[in-house]
């Protein structure tokens, strides 16, 4: 009698070892990170019991998943002119005039422009982007439109990028912020970055450190005011910078944003015809790739689902561009 029932209390101890233990295959999401299939983590800590009701709010608050990238803000603190003025005597001793670039037609073995892998490593430390340069950026492209008013084709760029499940980036300036809130908010909700095209779009080189404060900051905090969203990327009116421009907008928790793609799209009444338009746009994919299409144009709008699905069919990934 006395041994069965120590045989009972084995056999019951073994249950619950092997409850605690099993219970599902074993999996690595895209990740690498291995957990079970009913979502426990395999990387967990043996601790000793505790309460029931600390238990059930343990259990709570470790089940709750984090914010997305697609839900997520970037939380962005400019300074005010005060805090940052001291810092415009150091920025004299950079360069003022304006750096001379494009992405030009010689690409690398990858596909690269080679100015861009070139402006790449020589701005990188101030934060600038000529394409995003990196392992993490491997097979990863970027899409971005600039707004300098509105032309009538957002709505329908908005649901095309809303239909592939694509996040881009909008830069737009403070008149497009005022007369268009709708397209602002809508862009914020459906989880897009709006970027920072500068208040009144001059060339940022040929202001004064505290009117090109100016333009980043009236447009930074109207968003901010009106919005709840805080900008981080900056895109330069007319691709216009200097050492001196990108060391302010770096100061200013700003990531400048140029582009490894761009072509004549920007006047609505000398558009390109779709097909040759297509050709540019997909004919020199690469890692990282920044694209610049202006949401002014007819064709881009036409061709947009189409470029998409082109560049997903070659292997790449359309990403939301973070910090």
């Given at each position: 009698?006395k041994?069965?029932?120590?045989?009972?209390?084995?056999?019951?101890?073994?249950?619950?070892?092997s409850?605690?233990f099993?219970?599902?295959?074993?999996?690595?999401?895209?990740?690498?990170v291995?957990?079970?299939?009913e979502?426990?983590?395999?990387?967990?800590?043996?601790?000793p019991?505790?309460?029931?009701?600390?238990?059930?709010?343990?259990?709570?608050?470790?089940?709750?998943?984090?914010?997305s990238?697609?839900?997520?803000?970037?939380v962005?603190?400019?300074?005010?002119?005060?805090?940052?003025?001291?810092?415009?005597?150091?920025?004299?001793?950079l360069?003022?005039?304006?750096?001379?670039w494009?992405?030009?037609?010689n690409?690398?073995?990858?596909g690269?422009p080679?100015?861009?892998?070139?402006?790449?490593?020589?701005y990188?430390?101030?934060?600038a982007d000529?394409?995003?340069?990196?392992?993490?950026?491997?097979?990863?492209?970027?899409?971005?439109f600039?707004?300098?008013y509105?032309?009538?084709?957002?709505?329908a760029?908005?649901?095309?990028?809303?239909?592939?499940?694509?996040?881009?980036?909008?830069?737009v300036?403070?008149?497009y912020a005022?007369?268009?809130?709708?397209?602002?908010?809508r862009?914020?909700?459906?989880?897009?970055v709006?970027?920072?095209?500068s208040a009144?779009?001059?060339?940022?080189?040929?202001?004064?450190?505290?009117?090109?404060?100016?333009?980043?900051?009236?447009?930074?905090?109207?968003?901010?005011e009106?919005?709840?969203?805080?900008?981080?990327?900056?895109?330069p009116?007319?691709?216009?910078?200097?050492?001196?421009t990108?060391?302010?907008?770096?100061?200013m928790?700003?990531?400048?944003?140029?582009?490894?793609?761009?072509?004549?799209?920007?006047?609505?009444?000398n558009q390109?015809e779709?097909?040759k338009?297509?050709?540019?746009?997909?004919?020199?994919?690469?890692?990282?790739?920044?694209?610049?299409?202006h949401?002014?144009?007819?064709?881009?709008?036409?061709i947009?689902?189409?470029?998409?699905?082109h560049?997903r069919?070659?292997?790449?990934t359309?990403?939301?561009?973070?910090?």
């Open positions: 009698m041994k069965t029932k120590i045989l009972v209390v084995f056999l019951v101890i073994c249950l619950v070892l409850g605690c099993s219970g599902g295959d074993y999996h690595a999401d895209e990740n690498g291995i957990s079970r299939e979502g426990l983590s395999a990387d967990i800590e043996i601790t019991a505790i309460p029931e009701s600390s238990s059930e709010s343990s259990s709570e608050e470790s089940s709750s998943e984090p914010e990238e697609e839900t997520s803000s970037v962005n603190d400019i300074g005010s002119i005060e805090e940052l003025s001291p810092y415009f005597a150091e920025f004299s001793n360069g003022s005039e304006q750096v001379p494009g992405p030009g037609t690409f690398d073995s990858t690269k080679i100015a861009c892998v070139q402006l790449n490593e020589q990188a430390k101030w934060d000529f394409y995003r340069a990196g392992d993490e950026h491997k097979g990863k492209v970027y899409l971005t600039d707004e300098g509105e032309n009538g084709y957002t709505p760029i908005l649901d095309t990028l809303k239909e592939k499940g694509v996040s881009a980036v909008f830069f300036t403070l008149s005022k007369n268009e809130p709708e397209l602002i908010q862009m914020i909700d459906e989880g897009h709006v970027g920072n095209h009144r779009h001059p060339n940022m080189t040929q202001i004064s450190m505290d009117e090109a404060y100016a333009e980043v900051a009236d447009l930074h905090n109207y968003i901010s009106n919005f709840g969203y805080d900008m981080y990327l900056f895109r009116p007319e691709g216009a910078f200097s050492e001196r990108l060391a302010l907008l770096q100061k928790n700003y990531r400048t944003v140029c582009w490894s793609f761009a072509y004549n799209d920007w006047n609505p009444d390109m779709h097909q338009a297509f050709g540019k746009v997909t004919g020199s994919l690469h890692d990282g790739e920044v694209f610049l299409l949401a002014v144009s007819s064709t881009n709008t036409a947009l689902g189409d470029v998409i699905d560049v069919a070659e292997g790449y359309f990403e939301k561009y973070l910090p």
